[in-house]
């Protein structure tokens, strides 16, 4: 059988054509999309790092500060959040986060079979290609928030108990115990997953790290901006002085006040949150009555290719509202 027999199987070839062409300018309007964007954080990155008087290595991988104290200079390296963390290491993160037991490559196959079982159940019972691609999709979003949800979780617990651990430490402090005493007794003290960091900074000691490069090294492999300015207060603190119980009391203050209102900007967020679940909610509540109530009314969009290029495109269109929706109740304070 010759190709042209073969693409004439298929269909159309001025028809497949077009659908070609279609999904080429889509994809390519895409992607233009994602340089401009892309472009634009760039530009804004670099006026920022202009306005800081930062130069393109000083806004990489950590930042160098030189700190003057009765007439003596003192240098400590701050680690940034551009720090070159693999990515199965970031995915460790977001599972200690989300305070999985379970192995993280089986969270991975986890979330490959239930996609798959998506696209196939739908495909079954449909024998739709363009059913089941969105059915992937619906299924990839669902478990990307759920993901996000426990993460969310993990990082308020987190809060919390950092909070706490502060307070034991400095009252450790004030008691007359060491730093790496008082270190030693949060972490003996503090649950999961706060425990642990500090349980990590005295072994790593113990095996002949300093305090500052496990400060670091904790604060790098941790996405928490609270942890990040608790490692580089207690550097700046040990190389130039002051009284570290009075410090941690006053950190514990900044993120406690940082912490309320966090939740009051959640409480003024909760009605465009729920109005994004009511509004992606919707037209799948919607398909499916109109589905059981009359088929024959919705079968143009399964037998026709208009029908398909709509349901694609709605798909598409709710996805990149639920991403502005998303994006409307981020407060950047």
């Excluded at 992607?31 to 393109?56: D, K, P, V, Y």
């Amino acid at each position: 059988m010759s190709l042209m027999q073969r693409i004439s199987e298929l269909g159309d070839p001025r028809e497949l054509v077009s659908r070609a062409s279609a999904f080429l300018f889509v994809f390519l309007l895409w992607c233009a999309a994602i340089w401009g964007w892309w472009m634009w954080r760039a530009l804004r990155t670099r006026r920022l790092n202009t306005r800081l008087g930062l130069s393109e290595n000083e806004s990489g991988f950590a930042r160098e500060l030189r700190l003057w104290n009765e007439g003596e200079e003192f240098t400590t390296v701050v680690p940034t959040d551009a720090a070159k963390i693999s990515l199965q290491k970031r995915l460790e993160v977001w599972r200690s986060q989300a305070r999985f037991q379970t192995s993280l490559g089986s969270l991975i196959l986890a979330a490959i079979a239930i996609v798959c079982g998506s696209f196939l159940v739908v495909f079954v019972l449909t024998g739709s290609f363009l059913g089941g691609a969105g059915a992937v999709a619906l299924a990839m979003i669902l478990v990307s928030a759920y993901a996000r949800q426990q993460a969310q979780k993990g990082i308020t617990l987190f809060e919390t108990q950092f909070v706490d651990a502060l307070n034991l430490a400095a009252r450790s402090l004030r008691a007359g115990h060491p730093l790496t005493g008082a270190f030693q007794l949060t972490g003996e003290e503090i649950a999961e997953p706060v425990g642990t960091i500090f349980r990590e900074v005295c072994q790593q000691m113990d095996l002949g790290l300093s305090m500052e490069d496990a400060l670091r090294r904790a604060a790098q492999i941790r996405p928490s901006s609270d942890l990040k300015l608790f490692s580089t207060s207690v550097i700046i603190q040990l190389e130039s002085g002051g009284n570290l119980a009075d410090m941690m009391d006053r950190l514990t203050a900044v993120i406690r006040d940082r912490l309320r209102l966090n939740r009051h900007a959640r409480v003024l967020t909760a009605q465009t949150q729920l109005s994004k679940r009511i509004l992606l909610a919707l037209p799948f509540f919607l398909f499916m009555v109109l589905n059981l109530m009359n088929p024959g009314y919705m079968e143009p969009l399964y037998t026709t290719t208009e029908g398909r290029y709509l349901i694609g495109f709605g798909a598409m269109s709710l996805v990149f509202g639920m991403w502005i929706m998303n994006r409307m109740v981020v407060l950047k304070y």
